[in-house]
Nanobody
Framework: QVQLVESGGGLVQAGGSLRLSCAASGRFFSINAMRWYRQASTKQRELVAVIDSVGYTSLADSVKGRFIISRDNAKNAVYLQMNSPKPEDTAVYYC??????????????WGQGTQVTVSS
């Protein structure tokens, strides 16, 4: 099994910066793609950013040019650097990790979520 622990959420002013972290631990062979999702109140969960095992990244149009996703494979960690956040970025942010847990089995895991509130 894989456990994910998120940190770094909180209150930030619009135009500031915030960095989210998510670290994976447990028993697994390897970590595959790592993602950040977010869910604002009354809205569906949406994909914000993804980084694959070799570092290729993709960002939602709404955050391109402002957010950066990165990973540290030695620490089994993924980060989301939020630059110039806007009030509409306010949401609970979840990390999502794909992992190879046996020789032939992959599975997906979710973090507990961390609240990000951007004040105007």
């Amino acid at each position: 099994q894989v456990q994910l622990v998120e940190s770094g959420g909180g209150l930030v002013q619009a135009g500031g910066s915030l960095r989210l972290s998510c670290a994976a631990s447990g028993r697994f062979f390897s970590i595959n793609a790592m993602r950040w999702y977010r869910q604002a109140s009354t809205k569906q969960r949406e994909l914000v950013a993804v980084i694959d095992s070799v570092g290729y990244t993709s960002l939602a149009d709404s955050v391109k040019g402002r957010f950066i996703i990165s990973r540290d494979n030695a620490k089994n960690a993924v980060y989301l650097q939020m630059n110039s956040p806007k009030p509409e970025d306010t949401a609970v942010y979840y990390c999502n990790v794909g992992a190879r847990i046996t020789y032939s089995e992959n599975s997906e895991y979710w973090g507990q979520g961390t609240q990000v509130t951007v004040s105007s």
